[in-house]
Nanobody, 115 residues
């Protein structure tokens, strides 16, 4: 199982970033895919998740209306479009795959929102 996460970086408040997580080594289209984040001195929290066919999506209240999760099962990739970024969005963002008792984690990508 392997994840290649990309798209993180430094952005000014109000800016946008698009994270990508390309997976391999498991049946991607079967799994619920999620993005989690862990900010400095904070516990890890669920940002958003999307079910196998994209028909069910959930967001943390703190990102509703600003972030959009999507997936492309043909490319084995899940995305997180982040708009109107705030300083409090600064965190390491990790993708997660879950199906029944199987769970896999990406290595994480740093997002820093600062002027």
């Amino acid at each position: 199982v392997q994840f290649v996460e990309s798209g993180g970086g430094l952005v000014q408040p109000g800016g946008s970033l698009r994270l990508s997580c390309k997976a391999s080594g498991f049946a991607f289209s079967t799994y619920v895919m999620s993005w989690y984040r862990q900010g400095p001195g904070k516990e890890r929290e669920l940002v958003a998740n999307i079910n196998s066919n994209g028909g069910s999506i959930n967001y943390a209240d703190s990102v509703k209306g600003r972030f959009t999760i999507s997936r492309d099962n043909a490319k084995n990739t899940v995305y997180l479009q982040m708009n109107s970024l705030k300083a409090e969005d600064t965190a390491v963002y990790s993708c997660n795959a879950r199906w029944l008792y199987q769970e896999y984690w990406g290595q994480g990508t740093q997002v820093t929102v600062s002027s």
